[in-house]
């Protein structure tokens, strides 16, 4: 942490408030059929799915990519057709970035007057594990408390240098 993730900060009750909305918005999306597998380059040679379903919610027009594939975000504003569960991300979203101003403006975290206007929200739905099979197992977590992850540490490139970025795992 002190190395690769400077400015580290673990916040626990960080959406205490609005996580029974947040997972009930989850729970909608999903039942819906929001949630996609993607089709990308692993390794940068073969296609393969995603072992995770995805979204992505945000500003209208924002996109997102990654591994080779552009993402588009459904809108998060009313006045562009988003659903209320994507108006409940976005409330989720704006809660966040509030907390991440606060960390940085109390010099909490890394870059004190840093940038935290998060744009956009992409939401992972890891199934459950017994669902994924064998080769994707939760592996022992030595962060955070030690309990099992399924998403190990790892940078995003696209991301800006010292830019903040917030995690929500449920």
Same mark, same amino acid.
């Given at each position: ?11 626990? &009750? =960080?959406?205490? #408030? *609005? ?6 918005? @989850?729970?909608?999306? !999903? /039942?819906? $059929? ?56 976005? &409330? =989720?979203?704006? #809660? *966040? ?6 960390? @940085?403006?109390?010099? !909490? /975290?890394? $870059? ?59």
């Amino acid at each position: 942490l002190a190395q690769c993730y400077r400015g580290f900060v673990h916040q626990p &009750a =960080a959406l205490s #408030a *609005l996580e029974p909305r947040v997972l009930a918005a @989850l729970e909608q999306l !999903k /039942a819906r $059929g929001y949630f996609h597998y993607d089709v990308v380059f692993n390794g940068g040679v073969n296609l393969g799915r995603t072992f995770v379903r995805r979204i992505l919610v945000g500003v209208p027009g924002i996109t997102y990519k990654y591994l080779g594939l552009r993402i588009f975000a459904h809108p998060w504003s009313t006045d562009a057709g988003a659903t209320p569960e994507m108006l409940t991300i976005r &409330a =989720a979203n704006d #809660a *966040l970035t509030a907390s991440t101003g606060r960390l @940085l403006a109390a010099g !909490k /975290a890394v $870059g004190k007057g840093g940038r935290c206007d998060y744009n956009l929200t992409l939401i992972n739905l890891m199934e459950d594990e017994d669902d994924r099979g064998p080769s994707l197992r939760n592996k022992a977590g030595t962060n955070l408390g030690g309990g099992q992850i399924a998403v190990s540490w790892h940078a995003d490139s696209s991301l800006e240098d010292f830019s903040s970025i917030a995690v929500l795992n449920l």
